[in-house]
C-alpha cells in the first residue's frame, strides 16, 4: 500500500511545478515555511523567477503616484 505521504508530497511539488508561491502552498497544507523550504528547496528554483518579476513589477505599476513622490 502507498504511503499517504505520498500523495501529500506529489501535491505540494505539483503546486511548486505550478509556479504557487511558498506561502500559499504552506497554509494549504499546515507546514511551517522553515520545513516547506528544508524539504522543498530542490523544486523552488530559477525557472520562475522571470514570472515573479513580472508579478513585482505588475504590482509597482499598479500603484498610483502619490502627491510628493510619497509611496504608501
Not at 11 to 17: D, K, Q, S, V
Not at 41 to 58: A, V
Request: charged share 20%; hydrophobic share 35%; glycine share 6%.
Amino acid at each position: 500500500m502507498p504511503c499517504p505521504y505520498n500523495m501529500r508530497h506529489t501535491y505540494e511539488t505539483i503546486m511548486l511545478m505550478a509556479g504557487m508561491t511558498s506561502a500559499f502552498c504552506v497554509k494549504q497544507l499546515g507546514h511551517s515555511i522553515e520545513m516547506f523550504h528544508s524539504t522543498y528547496s530542490k523544486w523552488l528554483d530559477e525557472e520562475h523567477n522571470d514570472l515573479e518579476m513580472q508579478r513585482l513589477e505588475g504590482a509597482i505599476v499598479r500603484i498610483p503616484p502619490q502627491p510628493g513622490g510619497a509611496r504608501n
